[in-house]
């Protein structure tokens, strides 16, 4: 990053993954991008009424943000934002499934990566969490292991020992278009064995917890496959 403000505005497509109030009218934004890797932004008077940064400073806004560049981090100056994802943001469980891959994304984001694959995975997500047809369990175990694919830690065969058919949905997360990820559907007895083999790779992974997977933890046990 440059040591001064640039005048420069930078056009960076991307996602927010958090928001968080900063002073009495600013957000502090953590946005993943295609060109900068996950980057830090304020977007000054987001928290002001009638503001133009309000509405697209909350997370999942996914589309074009303008932005200056600083020493240690980003100024927005304005946003086109393609899609809110607001039917998301009006289901508690989805809501609470779309802020676990939001902190899934930023455990393995970095500043100056090219994220071009992992934004259009959380896109393809995103989209399949509103699906009433798909079990959202599935669509996170699917999200989960493609996002680890894409940052090198994965294994391609199951890492656990699994029938022929978790073992295909394993290869087939790894292997197709991410457009046809969401395009199928296990059994339940197959999706446990898809599940347990997608637990025992992040064990091996990750070595942290993650605090909104724990509180959809709680809100999602009680729902049926």
């Not at 993943?32 to 987001?46: C, H, N, Y």
């Not at 599940?195 to 509180?215: P, T, V």
């Amino acid at each position: 990053t440059g040591a001064t403000m640039s005048s420069d505005l930078l056009a960076l497509n991307g996602i927010v993954l958090s928001s968080m109030p900063m002073g009495e009218y600013d957000r502090r934004l953590v946005l993943l991008t295609r060109e900068r890797g996950r980057i830090s932004a304020f977007a000054k008077g987001a928290r002001r009424q009638g503001s133009s940064l309000q509405a697209g400073s909350r997370p999942f806004s996914f589309g074009v943000f303008y932005v200056y560049e600083g020493r240690n981090s980003y100024t927005v100056r304005s946003m086109e934002i393609r899609n809110y994802f607001e039917n998301i943001s009006m289901d508690l469980e989805e809501t609470c499934y779309a802020s676990y891959f939001m902190e899934f994304a930023d455990y393995y984001g970095r500043e100056n990566i090219d994220e071009t694959a992992m934004l259009q995975l959380i896109y393809v997500s995103l989209l399949a969490l509103e699906k009433k047809s798909l079990p959202k369990p599935l669509v996170r175990y699917i999200y989960e292991l493609r996002a680890m694919a894409i940052h090198g830690e994965y294994s391609e065969a199951p890492f656990a020992e699994t029938g022929e058919s978790a073992a295909y949905a394993w290869n087939y997360v790894l292997c197709s278009p991410v457009e046809r990820l969401y395009t199928f559907t296990l059994t339940y007895e197959v999706f446990r064995e898809f599940a347990r083999a997608i637990e025992k790779l992040k064990e091996y992974y990750i070595d942290r917890s993650f605090k909104s997977l724990e509180i959809l933890d709680t809100v999602a046990e009680s729902r049926p496959w």
